[in-house]
């Protein structure tokens, strides 16, 4: 996008954004003019994310709102990025220079494909419009935080006036279908399967209770949603509490049995867990960042319930000091840790890139094989 500065005269009377979908106009008493008054000097926002070019911006409140460079060259960077072969984004003119020489491994204007369902294949591999976007946008606020010595306090993405709201809705979705696989499934074997829904934050929060009607809990399955805090810095950002998550979850989860159709006889339990492995809680005053105590797990499975780990993969932002400092360290032995909660063949990790609903499914399916194998 484009940010012009209108004047009547020498003074400022409003400033116009300018996108292909839409034009604002901001009049003359808002902030931002008052700013653009005290401080003639070029007035810029983040630019919409184009086919093009990327530009970040450095936002000093009443003081000076400047374009921040990104490249070596230019301002601006290309919106291309070069998937490594050991894995992981090159971003920018580092990627453009590997355009002619490897072509399969180069991805551009995938701004255009946010919100289609179909994957984008880089070098074989596929990946969503919006994990792409996303490192892209990692690598922005990476360069901003490296070069301004620390990270932003907080972030706009400018997009055009008719997007709606994605779908954070890939988990809600996944959770959707796997409801529906179950159904279908429970059709087909003449078995008998119930599902209880929940998600955890600093709190813990029931979606549906126990149920065996696998369409109602498709339904309340919508409700999956955002965590909003109520503002930045709440409870020092620390919202992903396991110890409260895990302990709430083994207390509502009933003793299982052998899952079969004899007199006296319950259901097998089985655990899904949907997680990044991060712990990010308040213990004793202070903010904890760490991996998940797998104890929770040994806990729950010692009482005969098998636990289906997705793994959504935490991953690395080495340009970032405040991941290198916290997350950094353990980062690596995320993955292991949760392997370690799963029970044995029930461990899947995805990246959001991947099918996060298929992967849900997949380990329905082998859950379900393993408990036919038991009984």
């Not at 230019?74 to 998937?83: F, W």
């Not at 580092?94 to 490897?102: L, Y």
């Not at 946008?137 to 006036?161: C, F, K, M, N, W």
């Not at 259901?267 to 105590?293: A, H, I, K, N």
Request: glycine share 6%.
């Amino acid at each position: 996008m484009e940010l012009l500065t209108e004047t009547d005269g020498d003074e400022p009377t409003r400033v116009v954004v300018n996108e292909p979908t839409r034009r604002i106009s901001m009049e003359r008493e808002t902030e931002l003019v008052r700013t653009a008054r005290r401080h003639p000097a070029t007035i810029a926002l983040i630019q919409e994310i184009t086919a093009q070019v990327e530009a970040g911006v450095v936002v000093r409140m009443a003081v000076l709102y400047e374009v921040l460079g990104l490249g070596n060259r230019a301002m601006q960077i290309p919106s291309v990025l070069y998937l490594r072969p050991e894995g992981g984004f090159l971003v920018g003119e580092a990627a453009e220079a590997r355009s002619a020489a490897e072509p399969d491994r180069i991805v551009r204007e995938f701004k255009r494909r946010i919100g289609d369902p179909v994957p984008i294949l880089v070098a074989g591999s596929p990946f969503s419009a919006e994990v792409l976007t996303a490192r892209l946008l990692s690598y922005v606020v990476g360069v901003a935080a490296e070069r301004q010595g620390g990270p932003p306090d907080s972030i706009t993405v400018a997009h055009p006036a008719n997007w709606g709201s994605y779908k954070m809705d890939l988990l809600r979705q996944a959770t959707q279908n796997l409801m529906a696989t179950a159904q279908a499934a429970a059709n087909s074997t003449n078995a008998h399967y119930r599902a209880a829904i929940y998600t955890f934050n600093i709190g813990f929060n029931t979606i549906t209770s126990l149920t065996s009607s696998l369409s109602a809990a498709q339904s309340q399955a919508s409700n999956i949603d955002v965590y909003e805090v109520p503002y930045q810095n709440w409870s020092n950002d620390a919202i992903t509490n396991y110890t409260n998550a895990m302990n709430r979850i083994n207390s509502v989860m009933p003793n299982p049995g052998s899952g079969t159709n004899q007199a006296g006889d319950s259901p097998q339990e089985v655990m899904f867990f949907v997680t990044d492995g991060v712990e990010d809680q308040m213990t004793g005053g202070s903010r904890v960042q760490s991996l998940m105590d797998p104890s929770y797990c040994t806990t729950i499975k010692n009482r005969g319930i098998r636990i289906a780990v997705l793994y959504t993969t935490y991953l690395p932002l080495p340009t970032n000091a405040w991941y290198n400092r916290y997350i950094g360290p353990f980062q690596p032995n995320i993955g292991p840790t949760l392997q370690s909660c799963a029970s044995p063949g029930l461990y899947f990790q995805v990246s959001t890139d991947q099918d996060i609903s298929a992967a849900m499914v997949a380990l329905f399916n082998k859950a379900v094989a393993t408990a036919h194998l038991t009984r």
